[in-house]
């Protein structure tokens, strides 16, 4: 069996969570993990695409998140005025 990504160390690591955290300071570590499953493409060839791919898939997955928060409570409002 091959192993991918054999550069991904402590440093990248520390890289990577440094890139996270500034769309995403409250990061949990499941989140990260789904994250990476996620953004990690099957061609992929590099771990450092990382850096580019995981904090946008979690700023996307946050946003549209917020954007259903905020469309069940228009409902929920709409709802009660009726």
């Not at 091959?2 to 990577?16: A, K, P, S, Y």
């Not at 996620?38 to 904090?55: H, I």
């Amino acid at each position: 069996m091959t192993q991918r990504f054999l550069c991904v160390d402590e440093e990248f690591l520390e890289r990577l969570l440094s890139a996270v955290q500034i769309k995403a300071p409250d990061i949990e570590d499941s989140e990260l993990a789904i994250a990476i499953s996620s953004a990690t493409k099957k061609t992929q060839q590099s771990e450092a695409l990382w850096l580019k791919t995981v904090p946008a898939w979690i700023q996307n997955v946050r946003r549209l998140k917020a954007q259903q928060t905020a469309e069940q409570v228009n409902l929920a409002a709409r709802w009660a005025q009726t």
